[in-house]
Each structure stands twice: as structure tokens, then as C-alpha cells.
């Protein structure tokens, strides 16, 4: 018996010529669904942007891990993206405006025409939806804790590799060229993932 078949007997493959009207039609995407999609990609820029910061707070300052000074710096983040979507619809509706009173075949990709105001509509919707969301994200409490705690882990699992490539390298018997500047770095690596771990154990 064949790997694939029955025997040295075959199948013909099925040569029809590929027929485009036989598949269905995709649906245009809602504006729920945009909407989602928008945010996931929000959260992610903002924890990102925490993260980033926790990171340079932590490792150059001697302060301690407060939660609720985080919180102040998603809530910015969160409304700086904000005001990127304003920006967004506010611009949507000037080239919506101008795509009204022109006919005819678009020339380039930003050369909207009378048959482009439906998607622009959309895409305003989507703009304005997403401010909206996003200030209102920026005054839920629970919202940006979640945040500054995924943010955490992410600087947590960030630093502590560092801290694990620091130590290799040092065990490998380099030269002392810099050694006195990677030690230093090593100390506040250190130092830094002790305060994190005592925070953590705070908060169980």
C-alpha cells in the first residue's frame, strides 16, 4: 500500500479553472469589532510605555515602586492616544469634506473621491468611538491598576534578565576594562529587583 493511497493507483487532481464568483463575499468589518481591535492595540502601547518608564524610574532614581504614581503615567499615556484619535477624526472629516465635491478616479492612495466618503464615515465613527473609549479608560481606576501591574511583570521580567546576562558576563572572566562600570550597573540592577520583590510581597 502507498503512503497516500491505495496501492500505486492515484487520484486526478481536479484541474477546473478557479472560479472567483464561487466565494462569499467578506463582510465589512463592524465597528465593534474595529473598535476591540483598536484598544488591544492601545493597551499594549500603553503598558509598553509604563513599562518603559518603571524601568528608567527604577534603575536611575532611589525611589520605591508606588503603584499610584504609575497609574498617573498610563492615564497620560492612555490620553495622549486619545488625543491622536481626535487628531485622526478631525482630519478624516476635512478629507471627508473635500471627497464630496470630487468625482472621477482617485490618482493615489490619500486621493479620496465621492465613492470613498462611506469608508471615510467609517473611519471617522471609529476615530470618535476610540477617544471616547479611551478617556474613558483613562478615569477607570481598575483599568489602569491592571495595567501598572502587567507593566510590573513585564519590567520584572525585563530586569531580571539583565541581571541574569550581567552575572554570566562577569562569571566568564573577562578583562577589567569597565569592570568598575559594570559592577555599578550590576548594584543598581540588584537594587532595583529588591525593591520590586518587595513590593511584590506586599501585595499578596
Known amino acids: ?22 466565494l462569499d463575499s467578506p463582510k465589512p468589518t463592524t465597528l465593534a469589532h474595529a473598535l476591540d481591535e483598536g ?21 536611575t532614581t532611589d ?14 499615556a492612555v490620553l495622549r492616544l486619545a488625543d491622536e484619535a481626535d487628531a485622526s477624526e478631525a482630519r478624516i472629516v476635512r478629507e471627508q469634506a473635500w ?10 492612495t ?6 470613498d466618503t ?3 464615515r467609517r473611519r471617522e465613527a471609529l476615530a470618535k ?5 479611551l478617556r474613558e479608560r483613562a478615569a477607570d481606576t481598575e483599568y489602569l491598576a491592571g495595567i501598572v501591574e502587567e507593566s510590573r511583570l513585564d519590567a520584572w521580567r525585563e530586569l531580571s534578565g539583565v541581571v541574569e546576562e550581567t552575572v554570566r558576563i562577569q ?34
Open 1 to 22: 500500500m502507498g503512503i497516500f493511497g491505495r496501492g500505486r493507483r492515484s487520484r486526478r487532481a481536479d484541474m477546473r479553472p478557479f472560479d472567483g464568483s464561487a
Open 39 to 59: 484598544l488591544l492595540i492601545a493597551d499594549y502601547a500603553v503598558r509598553m510605555a509604563v513599562r518603559n518608564r518603571m524601568m528608567t524610574e527604577l534603575l
Open 63 to 76: 525611589s520605591a515602586f508606588d503603584a499610584s504614581h504609575f497609574a498617573g503615567v498610563a492615564a497620560e
Open 99 to 108: 471627497a464630496e465635491v470630487q468625482d472621477g478616479r482617485a490618482e493615489h
Open 110 to 115: 490619500h486621493d479620496y473621491r465621492t465613492a
Open 118 to 120: 462611506l469608508n471615510l
Open 129 to 133: 468611538a476610540t477617544a471616547a473609549a
Open 171 to 204: 562569571s566568564v572572566g573577562v578583562d577589567d576594562t569597565g569592570k568598575p562600570q559594570r559592577l555599578d550597573a550590576l548594584r543598581r540592577d540588584l537594587a532595583a529587583l529588591r525593591r520590586a520583590r518587595t513590593v511584590r510581597k506586599r501585595r499578596r
